[in-house]
């Protein structure tokens, strides 16, 4: 059990606009900034998003980060088939001293 | 392109130690704003991370596996590497290399992965 909550699942049609949510708590998200990953199937995680909002160069401007309080989310817009994966955000946290990654979501491209 | 390439033994037995070591090409292995770190992701998963350490050999572990886990740096041969003793079943895994971005500290920016490698523990 994640101290990061994720949904489960997520789903969305070609050009669909989907927002995946991360919730934490005053220990981590509400006091650091929050990463997201996307890991296809079979391979390794890539970083979407770092410093809560920030894409590295090569990630397109239809992925976006937002951090409100003790809650994280990455939106998705002009949703794509090759965007079917499975998303994790990820904090740290002082009260556990640890790197938190929440459960992770799988995204559906119907 | 910075490529990080994991080498180990991909079975080990209960109770003994998995070791791993990372090799870094393509770019600078020693800087102030990286570190170098483990994340592992038991089968079918989410992610875990392990533990980071950085050029000039601070550590920072995962809490839960602090006991049993040692990690180490060689910058003669940009290499890092993982030592994890006592391992059980729980400890199976593919277990990643990565780069973290320290820019912004604490960071849980791992910007750069390795390909994984798969570690089962069984005898």
């Known amino acids: 059990q994640s101290v990061l909550t994720q949904p489960p699942s997520a789903s969305g049609t070609p050009g669909q606009r989907v927002t995946i949510s991360c919730s934490g708590s005053?220990?981590?998200?509400?006091?650091?900034?929050v990463s997201w990953y996307q890991q296809a199937p079979g391979t390794a995680p890539k970083v979407l998003i770092y410093?809560?909002?920030q894409r590295p160069s090569g990630v397109p401007d239809r992925f976006s980060g937002s951090k409100s309080g003790t809650s994280a989310s990455l939106a998705i817009s002009g949703l794509q088939s090759e965007d079917e994966a499975d998303y994790y955000c990820a904090v740290w946290d002082n009260s556990l001293n640890d790197v938190v990654f929440g459960g992770g979501t799988k995204l559906t491209v119907l | 392109q910075l490529q990080l390439q994991e080498s180990g033994p991909g079975l080990v037995k209960p109770s003994e130690t998995l070791s791993l070591t990372c090799t870094v090409s393509?770019?600078?292995?020693?800087?102030?704003?990286?570190?170098w770190g483990w994340i592992r992701q038991s089968p079918g998963k989410g992610l875990e991370w392990v533990g980071t350490i950085c050029y000039r050999g601070d550590t920072y572990y995962n809490p839960s596996l602090k006991s049993r886990l040692t990690m180490s740096v060689d910058t003669s041969k940009n290499q890092f590497s993982l030592k994890l003793s006592s391992v059980t079943a729980a400890d199976t895994a593919i277990y990643y290399c990565?780069?973290?971005?320290?820019?912004?500290?604490?960071?849980?920016?791992?910007?750069?992965w390795g390909q994984g490698t798969l570690v089962a523990v069984s005898s």
């Open positions: 990565t780069r973290v971005n320290i820019v912004v500290v604490p960071s849980s920016n791992f910007d750069y």
């Open positions: 005053s220990s981590n998200i509400g006091s650091y900034t």
């Open positions: 410093t809560n909002n």
């Open positions: 393509g770019g600078s292995f020693i800087s102030n704003n990286y570190c």
